[in-house]
């Protein structure tokens, strides 16, 4: 999740791996060195996966676009708060405003084709609130926010239909 989070558009390049070195032994001191550069090696492969290069590219489109990473957020929605940090949202914008967004959650489940449809069950009230969250952050509507679950290791992207 946290190398993730260093790419801003993949097309400009990947995270240095001593940078992304230096995040893992701050952030996990005791991880053995063996086992983070095993877990690099599979790191790399992930960003092979076309599916996981078009999510992380910049979209080509004539619209500005604004990208948010790691962005924390509280929301009144009528009687609850939703809270949370989205982990990347692309926002295109017109004249200043948002037109329509994409929603980009990184999961890092290992999924298979027998699971999938159970794990993307589990996570879709959490996609479903961020979406609520970040329609009232942008005034848009939920057709104009597209969800998407990045499965890392599978390189799958699931979409989540709005509600």
Do not use: C
């Amino acid at each position: 999740h946290a190398w993730f989070e260093q790419i801003e558009w993949l097309d400009d390049g990947v995270p240095d791996e001593s940078v992304l070195q230096r995040i893992t032994t701050t952030k996990f001191p005791l991880l053995d060195r063996a086992f983070v550069d095993e877990q690099l090696q599979q790191f790399q492969r992930m960003l092979t996966y076309d599916s996981i290069r078009n999510a992380l590219t910049k979209p080509a489109t004539k619209a500005d676009v604004t990208l948010w990473r790691e962005h924390p957020f509280v929301v009144r929605d009528d009687d609850r708060l939703i809270t949370g940090t989205f982990d990347r949202v692309v926002i295109h914008m017109h004249h200043g405003k948002p037109t329509q967004a994409t929603l980009i959650d990184f999961k890092t489940d290992a999924v298979t084709e027998m699971n999938l449809s159970d794990v993307v069950e589990r996570y879709r009230p959490q996609v479903q609130a961020y979406r609520v969250a970040l329609g009232w952050m942008l005034g848009l509507t939920q057709p104009q926010i597209h969800a998407l679950l990045l499965f890392a290791a599978a390189g799958r992207i699931v979409h989540i239909a709005a509600e």
